[in-house]
């Protein structure tokens, strides 16, 4: 595994354990020789684990649409920047410069862009392990929707077990690392099989 996607909110929010453990999680990602590959902004929590990795002698890149660069947040100071068209194209390239995935606090976009990988695992458009840090329980509430959903039948266990949810950025990076795929059968192969059943043999 040589790099890590880390999606991040442009807040700091309200807690100071948000932005020290995105600080640690990047003074980690350049301890092991991974490359950190973010959203290339310069604010909020996205700015400390840039300069957390940077600082300990990490490589970082970015991906921002102009449009945002446009808005002067992009981070000049890293690595290498890519800027793109759009945010389809930013999250697009983001997974192709990716081994893994991590979730840290954030808003919509850090969501969005959390549950459009595991989609496109779930769609075998990818095969990249996914993880998410809960800091300070404040994914809490979105694991629970989670496993609502599973409960009521719209998401496979396999597929919410794939997430990785760890409160420790070594412990989750080395079960990164480790990670081997829950496949589950098809909701299209198993509608398939019940339609031959009930034409066939008639249950």
């Not at 760890?166 to 989750?172: G, M």
Request: glycine content about 8%; overall charge negative.
């Amino acid at each position: 595994m040589d790099s890590i996607c880390v999606f991040c909110g442009s807040s700091v929010g309200k807690l100071d354990e948000y932005l020290q453990q995105a600080r640690n999680l990047g003074q980690i990602i350049a301890q092991k020789n991974m490359t950190l590959v973010y959203g290339g902004g310069n604010i909020g929590v996205m700015r400390e684990i840039a300069d957390s990795t940077l600082k300990h002698g990490g490589k970082v890149i970015g991906v921002m649409p102009q449009h945002i660069v446009d808005k002067e947040v992009a981070h000049y100071n890293i690595t290498q920047l890519h800027i793109v068209s759009s945010m389809h194209e930013r999250k697009a390239k983001m997974a192709e410069l990716s081994d893994a995935f991590i979730a840290l606090p954030g808003g919509f976009g850090t969501i969005d862009e959390l549950f459009e990988v595991m989609t496109w695992n779930q769609l075998d458009i990818i095969s990249k392990p996914t993880g998410m840090l809960n800091i300070e329980g404040y994914f809490d509430h979105l694991i629970s929707f989670m496993d609502h959903a599973v409960d009521e039948k719209f998401v496979r266990p396999e597929h919410k077990k794939n997430l990785i949810v760890e409160t420790d950025a070594n412990i989750l990076i080395q079960k990164l690392e480790k990670f081997v795929p829950q496949q589950a059968e098809k909701w299209i192969d198993r509608l398939k099989m019940d339609l031959i059943q009930k034409r066939f043999y008639n249950v």
